[in-house]
């Protein structure tokens, strides 16, 4: 039964390894090829500047010509755009929102980097903007808004404080009129009216849409979403496709829902920080499109296309339709879910399964950093707690530990009796557990119950945008990468990144924090007696140097959480051996360890 145990132990470690392994191994190098085959498909040919679709379909938009961001942003007369943390503009062709720059965000930890861009207009590198238009049924002609559609505006500048209304006149009895507002933080509201002068009636879709052109630059790790998401219907599951997996679909598209309208809801795209929401108004009947283009330049498309309204002649149609385009900033978001309605935008930030248990420890973790002012601290100090809660499980699981340490001379006497009858061997291990009264796999729940607090806490120090370039100290500027020195170029005195070079690269992330998490892991496993078994033997000895490299390329705020966790245990189990009368083997392996070594 102990070496039932050992093998559960050694069944979770492995599992944790796959996990881990996969994401670096796997997850990452499959996000470049696919951005590698996208990028060899031949281009599609795009039609016409507003492609509508079939009745009932939102169009496509056409393929863009490449040009330089400022090239693009001088194709059109602009709105500047100004608020407590966005800058940028809107263009007045075509009403669009394509040039929205975060303002206390920046690229590197060098304040003087430059600001992060969310989004671009057509034909800009990484090209990426939110579209309000109408279309007609398929076969019906009418000039309708479009991406080329001129819009003229009564303001020049748009902030919390000054909306701008913009207007558009078709000549054919159509006057629109779209007054565009701002918040102080990253919400857009889009109130359109539209007036039906002529003497016909009108049938039009509305279709607000995200474009994004060019294969989308993505974390590449398999434990953060990033991609089309969207919750169509105010009491639906989220949905969540990747890049790679809209081509996959029927047509390169998905149709949310799949019978009927929804109502409620949002949809639209997530980076790993920053993301794109349309927000439809909660009366208004529509479905949410995820489809992909592919092509030379692929373009991907998040559509909220309502259903058909008509207009008889001396109606008027008014429709509001929000946006978020921002940082995922938790209290930000829990602003907008509570105060405005919109259900479930916190989902944008991706919690993971054990959201129950992820949402309470980032709140934990902001909470303490309220109190200390270093995010880096803040993760000593949960951890802490977290060892402190599960203290209780913990001992008991040392003191089973400990309890069947002592009765490995009466396990070894039992396998030397019986050595040629297992059945037999296991038959008096139990009489002797039983006699002893020792539960041999008590040990082993603790731990059980103990990783999914593990994992909730690793997504939270994962996904948090409040630890992006986070410092701690040293040389640790930014706990959310990884720690920037290099053993593989003397930490800097060589003029290489190692990290760069092909095929391998990426695995020979290996700074200083990963290297002391290596040592204390295996300092840890140096805590207990050796398995007699070979192939458990190599297994344990190698597990510590492939951790270091895996865990090279992870955040900084992780590696230092496993550090300072692998510590922890070490005290706690030293303590917990000593009280219980148990001889700690920690001394005895290291040095066995290093005489073996010198001989």
Known sequence: MQQDSRNLLIAMGLSLLVILGWNHFYGAPKVQQARQTLNQLNQIEAGNPAQPGAAGEPGRLAAPTPLTREEALAQSKRIALETPNLF??????????????????????????????????SGAPDGYFIDFNYVAPRGVTLNLPKADTLWAADGDKLTPATPVTLTFDNGNGLVFKRKVSVD????????????????EAVTLFPNAGATRQGLPKTSGYAVLHEGFIGVVGADQPSTELTYAAIGKETNNAKVLPGEGYAQGGWLGFTDKYWA??????????????????????????????????????????????????????????????????????????????????????????????????????????????????????????????????????????????YPDDKVKQQQEMMELYKREKI???????????????????????????????????????????????????????????PTHLP?????????????????????????????????????????????????????????????????????????????????????????????????
């Open 439 to 497: 539960n041999p796999v008590s040990g082993c729940l603790p731990v059980l119950l103990q990783i999914p607090v593990f994992f909730a806490l690793y997504k939270v120090l994962f996904v948090a945008i409040e630890m992006r370039q986070a410092p701690f100290f040293g040389w640790i500027k930014d706990l959310s990468a990884p720690d920037p020195t290099n053993v593989f170029n003397l930490f800097g005195l060589l003029p290489i990144d």
């Open 276 to 417: 794109t929401a349309i927000i439809p108004d909660s009366s208004e009947n529509y479905k949410g499109w995820f489809r992909e283009f592919p092509g030379v330049t692929p373009q991907y498309q998040a559509d909220v296309f309502g259903e058909a309204r008509t207009l008889a002649p001396g109606e008027n149609m008014a429709l509001t339709t929000r946006v978020f385009a921002g940082a995922k900033e938790s209290k930000v978001l829990d602003h907008y879910q509570n105060d405005l309605g919109i259900k479930k935008l916190d989902m944008l930030i991706d919690w993971g399964y054990f959201h129950f248990l992820t949402r309470p420890m980032f709140w934990l973790l902001e909470e303490i950093y309220k109190l200390v002012g270093n995010f880096g601290v803040a993760i000593l100090i949960i951890t802490l707690v977290v060892k402190g809660l599960f203290f209780p499980l913990a001992n008991r699981s040392y003191l089973s530990m400990a309890r069947m340490k002592e009765m490995q001379p009466k396990i070894k006497a039992l396998q030397e009796l």
């Open 503 to 599: 095929l391998f690269g990426h695995l020979l992330h290996l700074g200083i924090w990963p290297l002391i998490m290596g040592v204390s892991m295996w300092v840890q496993m140096k805590m207990n007696p050796e398995p007699t078994d070979p192939v458990q033997k190599t297994m344990f000895a190698w597990m510590p140097v492939i951790f270091t490299f895996m865990l090279g390329a992870f955040p900084a705020g992780l590696v230092i959480y496993w550090t300072w966790n692998n510590v922890l245990s070490v005290a706690q189990q030293t303590l917990i051996m000593k009280q219980a009368g148990v001889k700690v083997e920690l001394f005895d392996n290291l040095r066995k360890t290093f005489s073996r070594k010198a001989a």
């Open 88 to 121: 940028g503009s809107i263009a007045l062709k075509g009403a669009r929102l394509d040039d929205v720059s975060l303002k206390n965000y920046r690229e590197t930890t060098d304040p003087k980097s430059p600001n992060i861009v969310l989004l671009s207009p």
């Open 184 to 199: 102080e933080f990253f919400m857009f509201t889009v109130a359109d009216t539209i007036q039906n002068k002529g003497k």
